[in-house]
């Protein structure tokens, strides 16, 4: 391992010269193809930590997918039924445990994973490999690779694709800094451990939260410590299903993710699921047709006549009454938050979407008022006390 990596450029292409680098020992990465640049970085180091903190809270395989230093996705190794298989577009392939999280990470928000830089928490096997392999992405971070899944991704993309081995016993020192406007910034880094002790606070009515409920309140805490600021997250049988980042507004943060729940939710419904797609449509193609037909201009869609580009005939609408009616058999998500709700009309937009189980730090002045909303739906909530926000 070597001691600096010269990068390309920045951010930007203007920006240059680009390097990382240690000040003291070696880097704890080995780039065993292509030449990864400075946002894949961020997005390897910040994904690497969340897939790391995802494996030691759950025992479970885990994966991320990240686009510009915010996860689309993280889940880890529950399997699927057969339904999920199909709107991730793996009901064809052999699924590992690490392949299935990656699945389900992709699966969550399939057009902003489009490009995006993966994590695995483990070593990454053939069954991963030829998953990643057939998804537009910039490249993969692990602890290592099997000699086939090496293979395969080396061929990845002509061969330029990034795959990146991380040194797992790295640990990086206790202070940390950022320049910005040629200021050093230092803080101590975020060492909280997320576990189920944070769960114990319990100030509603309802404080009854099953044990896989726990599991996914865990991932969705675990996701937002590295989710830019500020930032929610819906999840459900192990795997982030709505991710909102970077909102200055906490209800716009939690409408976002929300309708990223309410768009994965609502792509298994029968009408969607039965769509009838014309042969050798790329998975990327369906993906942008789906989210149109399942928005409310899709109208405009079918009068323009452009659905022939896709479909053997003309799909039936999916009208905004059948929608509210699918949402409403959502149940059982859980839903974290990167600080306090101020108001409880963050509470009221996630009951929209399902949402049984809540994880905020507490501390607003209108607690009373959030765990009133709660009690108005028998939302179990959980105090953490600790805020969780991330630039």
């Known amino acids: 391992m070597a001691k600096e990596l010269e990068l390309k450029y920045g951010c930007n292409p203007n920006q240059k ?17 292509g030449r990864p640049g400075f946002i894949n970085l961020l997005d390897a180091f910040n994904s690497w930590q969340l897939v790391k903190e995802l494996k030691e809270a759950t025992g479970l395989p885990a994966a991320a997918s990240f686009k510009h230093v915010s996860p689309a996705g993280a889940a880890v ?28 990470a992709r699966g969550a928000d399939r057009m902003s994973s489009y ?25 993969v971070i692990a602890p290592d690779y099997t000699p086939e899944a090496l293979e395969i991704l080396r061929n990845k993309r002509k061969g330029t694709y990034n795959v990146i081995k991380i040194d797992p016993a790295y640990r990086p020192a206790p202070i940390e800094h950022k320049d910005v406007f040629g200021i050093t910034f230092e803080q101590g880094r975020n060492e909280l451990k ?34 830019q600021s500020n930032s929610v997250c819906y999840a459900k049988d192990g795997q982030a299903i709505g991710i909102g980042a970077g909102q200055q507004s906490r209800i716009h943060c939690t409408r976002l993710a929300g309708n990223k729940a309410d768009i994965w939710y609502l792509r298994q419904h029968p009408k969607v699921m039965n769509l009838p797609w014309k042969d050798k449509i790329r998975r990327a193609d369906r993906d942008n047709t789906i989210d149109i037909y399942i928005s409310e201009d899709y109208m405009d869609v079918l009068a323009d006549g452009s659905w022939e580009q896709f479909f053997t005939e003309k799909p039936e609408v999916l009208t905004r009454e059948e929608k509210r009616e699918w949402l409403d058999t959502l149940t059982g998500v859980a839903l974290g938050s990167d600080a306090f ?16 189980y809540i994880a905020q730090p507490g501390g607003s002045v209108r607690d009373d008022h959030v765990i009133e909303t709660c009690d108005k739906y028998n939302i179990a909530m959980a105090f953490t006390g600790i805020r969780l926000f991330h630039h």
């Not at 010269?17 to 080995?30: H, N, Q, S, V």
């Not at 190794?77 to 389900?104: C, G, H, Q, W």
């Not at 009854?208 to 937002?224: C, H, S």
């Open 17 to 33: 010269p680009a390097r990382i680098f240690m000040k003291d020992g070696e880097l704890p990465i080995e780039v065993l193809n």
């Open 77 to 104: 190794a529950v399997e699927m039924n057969e339904t999920l298989k199909k709107i991730y577009f793996v009901d064809d392939l052999p699924l590992s445990p690490l392949a299935t999280a990656y699945a389900r």
């Open 115 to 139: 490009g995006d830089f993966i994590a695995l928490s483990d070593t990454c096997d053939e069954e991963t490999a030829r998953l990643i392999n057939r998804e537009v992405s910039d490249g």
């Open 194 to 227: 997320i576990d189920e002790s944070l769960l114990k606070e319990m100030p509603t009515r309802n404080q009854e939260i099953p044990t896989d409920a726990k599991r996914d309140l865990l991932i969705a805490l675990i996701t937002l410590k590295y989710t």
């Open 341 to 356: 709700f101020p108001f409880g009309d963050n509470i009221e937009r996630a009951h929209k979407s399902g949402v049984s």
